[in-house]
Structure formats: C-alpha cells, structure tokens
C-alpha cells in the first residue's frame, strides 16, 4: 500500500513550484520595453544618476501592483478589465473608461514598435516605416503563437527574449562599471528643473505600465484556468514568487540602462537619443557593446509588443465585450506608431512622450484594481490586509500627485 500512498500524494501537491511561473515574466516584459530604454538612456545622458532613486522606488511599488492584479486573476478566475466591465454601470460609462484604456494601448504600441524599428536601423539599415512594419508583423507571429500553442508556448518566447533584453542592456554595465559613490547619491530623491521632473515621470510611466496591470490578471487567469487540483494558496504563493523574480529582473536591467547612460554618456552631445548612444557606446565601449545594446532594443520592441496588444485586446474584450479579429485590432493600434514614423518625428523623443502618456493612464487602472483585491464579497479569505490596501492607496495618490506637479510645471515653466 505504500506506493500508491506516495503516488497520490505527489498528485496532491501538484507539480513543482517552480513551473506554476511565467506569468509575471511575461507581463514583466512591459517593465523592459523601447520606453524605458529611452526614458532610462535620457535620463542618464541629461542628468547622470540623479533619477537612479525614481527607478527604484518605481519598481518596488511595481511588486505590489503586480503582485495585486496576478491575484485578482488567480482568485477571482477574471481579469482586471472584465471585473471593471461588470461594475461600470452605464454603457455609456464603459465606453468612456475603454477610450482611455485604449489610448494608453496606443501609446505602449507606439512606443515598441519606434523602438523595435529604431533597432531594425542600427542593426541593417532598414528604413524606420519599414521596420515598424516588420516588427508589428512579428508581434502577429508571436500572437499567433499565444492563441494556438496556448499561454506557456507563448511564455517561453517571451522569456526566450527576456533573457536576450538582459544581456543586450547589462553587458556594457560589466565593461565599464559606475561610479559607486555616484550611484549612493543617485539614491536620495531631489530633482533639478522641470525637465527633470519630466522625465521622472516618463521613468515612472515606463516601469509601472497601466497596460501591464490590465495584462497580469489576464496572464493569470489564463495560466490557472485549468488549477489541476492546485490551492489558491499555493498559487499565490507562487505568483509572488514570479512577481518577485520578475521584479529583480527588470528592475534590475532599467538600472542598467541609467548607470550604463550615466557612466558612459553623460555630457556627450547627442546621446539623449538612442542612435546617439548606440554610436557613442560604439566609440566608447566598442563594436560588440554597441551591438549588444542594439540587439537588447530589437528583442525589446518584439517581446512588447506582443504583451501590449495581448493587453489592448484582454481590454477591449472585457470592456466592451466585443472580440475584434486579431490582425484587424493589431493594424488599429499599430496606425499611430507608423503615421509617426513617416512623419520623421524624432523616436526617442517621441518614445519619452509616450511615456508620460503612460503615467497618466496609471490612476485608470491602479484605483480600481486596489478597490477591488480589498472587496471582500469578491476575494474572499484572500481579501488585501489592511496594509496593503494603504500601501497601494499611498501609491496612487503619490502617482496621480506627480503627474498633476508635472502638468503645472509644463504649463508655467520652469
């Protein structure tokens, strides 16, 4: 009798912790797309490790946010979007808060697909329209993969090119380490001057992205829709786990991104632009740490891309509950990114701006998403404990805070 007593044993313990992770890989992507590269490189090229404080404090309110909508998914078995949708009383009202969800979705396309495109032209001299072309049509690729290989097909793409995104943006950190003394002092907050302050916001936008809440929930209801006999318990235990990983993660590679700006960039005339750096690591580090770089930006614009319209159709769908064909809702997002392009806006400017359009998406969907984890009725045993509901309260006011100091600083000057 004992081994079937083992058997069923390791059946109730399903399978092992470390493969219930993925989901908060994949959203974790949003956190190392084009925007942060070229808000991070900015940031650094301007102002040297200043805002190295702003990256920090972003990503670890990004933990609990993250933490939050991956346990909204795996708890209540929907997504941020379908439980916004039931609860938005009027029609009329769902509409209005799609509208906003929307352009934010429009805002994190325009910003992978300049930046895959950017990539595309430093790498092979491809036109810029012509590579935001392709990588919009690889990021159907990756889609296509998603709905017919299912959730963990698709999660080992992306993290096949998470993994390429770290070493692209580490590498040149390894070569030519920082200034640790600087480092320390880019810890403690100040800043110096509106524009400052805008990119500060354009970090934050960057590393804490609405769509990236929307996405979580949706990854992880998807993930765990079929729990195989596994507790909510257990799951949450490991959805912090990933969440946790995924943070280190991207956290730690928009670190890089500043330092590796701000140790080698820095006063260099041109390199607030990601062409200006790619060639002033190029004269600086070398050829293969330029590359490298490149190569990072390209895996960054085709893995986010992907998220980001997997997240612009999650809400479209629980919003409206409307289901627009896959490639017909990619050319809609993908319109504004490309009219861009032709227009020879310049891409790293265009990439911070999106940013701060970004930002100002987060309250949409941070308010809502603590309201509901603290809904009892709705989570159960697992509602948010009382800290934690403050500690996402403090978080959104702080955001929704700076993006009004930002608003009054660009419209009185410095």
Not at 40 to 47: L, S
Not at 103 to 108: D, N, P, Q, R, W
Not at 231 to 252: E, F, H, N, Y
Not at 328 to 334: A, E, G, I, K, P
Request: proline share 5%; with cysteine; hydrophobic share 55%.
């Amino acid at each position: 009798m004992a081994t079937p007593v083992i058997a069923t044993s390791r059946v109730a313990r399903g399978p092992h912790w470390m493969l219930l992770l993925g989901p908060a890989l994949v959203a974790g992507v949003a956190y190392l797309d084009p925007g942060n590269v070229a808000s991070n490189v900015t940031a650094g090229a301007r102002y040297g490790y200043l805002l190295i404080w702003v990256v920090v404090s972003a990503n670890l309110v990004a933990w609990l946010i993250q933490y939050l909508s991956a346990k909204l998914g795996v708890v209540t078995g929907k997504s941020l979007p379908e439980l916004c949708g039931e609860r938005i009383g009027s029609r009329a009202g769902r509409i209005a808060y799609w509208v906003q969800a929307e352009g934010v979705a429009m805002a994190t396309d325009l910003a992978e697909v300049i930046g895959g495109a950017v990539a595309l032209w430093l790498l092979f001299d491809i036109p810029l329209l012509v590579g935001g072309v392709i990588t919009g049509t690889v990021s159907l690729v990756l889609l296509a993969v998603q709905s017919r290989r299912g959730p963990r097909a698709f999660e080992g793409v992306v993290i096949a090119l998470l993994a390429i995104i770290v070493l692209g943006f580490t590498w040149g950190v390894v070569v030519a380490p920082p200034d640790p003394a600087a480092f320390a002092a880019g810890l403690v907050p100040r800043f110096q001057g509106t524009d400052s302050v805008l990119l500060a916001v354009s970090v934050l936008g960057a590393t804490i992205m609405p769509h990236a809440i929307y996405a979580h929930s949706s990854l992880s209801r998807d993930r765990f829709r079929d729990r195989a006999g596994l507790s909510t318990p257990r799951l949450l235990r490991a959805t912090r786990v990933d969440v946790s990983v995924a943070m280190v993660i991207a956290g730690g590679v928009n670190i890089a991104m500043m330092l590796l700006a701000a140790a080698n960039l820095a006063g260099v005339e041109g390199t607030d632009t990601l062409e200006g750096a790619h060639a002033a690591l190029g004269a600086s580090l070398g050829p293969v740490v330029a590359t490298l770089f490149a190569v990072g930006l390209l895996a960054s614009g085709l893995a986010s891309t992907s998220v980001g319209a997997y997240a612009g159709a999650e809400i479209m769908q629980g919003l409206l509950r409307v289901r627009v064909p896959l490639v017909t809702r990619r050319l809609v997002t993908l319109i504004p990114a490309l009219v861009v392009l032709a227009l020879g806006v310049d891409p790293t400017l265009a990439l911070v701006l999106s940013q701060v359009v970004l930002s100002f998406g987060i309250p949409f969907a941070l308010i809502p998403l603590v309201r509901l984890t603290a809904d009892r009725a709705l989570m159960g045993q697992h509602v948010n404990r009382l800290w934690t509901t403050l500690a996402g309260a403090v978080a959104a006011a702080a955001l929704t805070a700076l993006n009004g100091v930002l608003l009054w600083l660009v419209l009185t000057g410095p």
